[in-house]
């Protein structure tokens, strides 16, 4: 696609707008490029919103406040304390409700003229192809690979675009992908990147405001393909460092070699849980929270050596940890270096979840250390079985 193609709108006009929906869409309507028509093509706008967390919230307040007659949220999740740093449809008092709920609340504060539906399921090959062929148009601000190339081929399977947005630390990039005009994820990214490569934003952080910046984005571009007005982001990836203060542009081009898109997969599968040797050497080394808690015990009394080790950042150390570990990064157990003060020793691998901690335990034994395992679910779990007056993150 040529850069100065102009896609024609998404979506046909709807009813005449009431008085009510002249007042509060006014804004709209003076600028000629939207106008009257353009509002009524938002009003009969169906899009649909994967996951109502760090993109999904601002996504989801300017869609609403835009007029976008249907909503839909694929969530099933519910609201953490973690959460409320960037996840600004949510309150204090949502903690602990579905976050589709209490997304659909917020938008009902918003602008009750919308019609929100909401889909509280995990979002998977089985279901995919059901719940987007009632909507126009998707936009994916989700933070694993599975569930971004199940969009992609969902989407190019039935013929509908999506707007992409991702964010991590301080960067965000941004795209829309639309496999009958234009390129697909898989033209951006042909392969998963090797499990484990790509921290998430619960492993790395993330600053909260830089939703702000990338959702906007994304709702603008939602908002041209459904009227049909500018230049959309097809065919080109957008950039951001919130540091510099710096967006930059890279084109992305239809791969004609590309085998075309005909049926979902399974998409864990395909991107891997974890690394081969990992889910290898995890099988029949991995204990539980309860177990590590009764092994520290007896290492108190002195009837039992080992050494403990967390193999998380020195910033999730500082947040929270388990008594009695020590503090070496998965890299440098990775590249050896952090084994080499625990030679002959019994060793006892962790992290947040439990995914991590198996990489480690990879390399570990793949160095010598046959007995070694790892706390399945991790710090996560240890603070919620055994200390649950320590913070989560």
């Known amino acids: 696609m040529a850069p100065e193609q102009l896609l024609p709108p998404l979506v046909e006009p709807g009813s005449e707008l009431t008085v009510d929906e002249i007042e509060r869409y006014s804004r709209h309507l003076i600028i000629p490029d939207v106008g009257v028509t353009g509002q009524r093509r938002l009003k009969n706008a169906r899009v649909l919103v994967m996951g109502a967390g760090g993109l999904g919230s601002p996504a989801l307040l300017y869609l609403a406040a835009a007029g976008v007659g249907t909503i839909g949220i694929v969530d099933d999740d519910v609201v953490d304390t973690s959460?409320?740093?960037?996840?600004?449809?949510?309150?204090?008092?949502?903690?602990g409700r579905l976050k589709a709920e209490s997304a659909r609340d917020a938008i009902a504060r918003l602008n009750p003229l919308v019609d929100v539906q909401l889909h509280v399921v995990r979002l998977d090959s089985s279901n995919a192809l059901e719940i987007f062929s009632g909507y126009d148009l998707i936009l994916d601000g989700t933070d694993n690979f599975a569930t971004r190339y199940l969009v992609n081929d969902a989407a190019a399977i039935l013929g509908k675009p999506y707007v992409w947005g991702s964010i991590y630390r301080f960067d965000g990039q941004i795209s829309v992908f639309w496999d009958k005009h234009g390129p697909n994820y898989r033209d951006l990214y042909p392969e998963a990147p090797p499990p484990g490569s790509v921290p998430s934003c619960a492993e790395g952080g993330v600053l909260g405001m830089l939703c702000a910046s990338v959702g906007s984005v994304m709702v603008t571009e939602a908002i041209k393909l459904i009227t049909g007005i500018g230049q959309t982001l097809l065919g080109r990836l957008m950039i951001y460092d919130s540091l510099a203060l710096t967006w930059r542009e890279v084109r992305v081009r239809k791969d004609p070699d590309a085998e075309p898109i005909t049926k979902l997969v399974d998409y864990e599968a395909f991107c891997g849980i974890l690394p081969p040797d990992a889910a290898t050497a995890?099988?029949?080394?991995?204990?539980?929270?309860?177990?590590?808690?009764?092994?520290?015990?007896?290492?108190?009394?002195g009837e039992t050596d080992f050494e403990l080790i967390d193999v998380r950042e020195p910033g999730e150390y500082e947040i929270v940890n388990i008594p009695g570990s020590v503090l070496v990064p998965k890299s440098k157990i990775i590249d050896g270096d952090g084994l080499a003060p625990f030679s002959g020793r019994q060793l006892v691998f962790h992290c947040k979840s439990g995914a991590r901690s198996a990489e480690a335990l990879a390399a570990a034994k793949k160095a010598g250390f046959e007995s070694a395992v790892h706390v399945d679910g991790g710090v996560a779990a240890w603070v919620k079985e055994i200390e649950p007056a320590k913070p989560v993150y």
């Open 83 to 95: 959460n409320l740093q960037r996840q600004i449809i949510h309150g204090v008092d949502d903690v």
């Open 282 to 301: 995890v099988d029949g080394s991995a204990i539980s929270v309860r177990e590590l808690a009764g092994m520290l015990d007896a290492r108190r009394r």
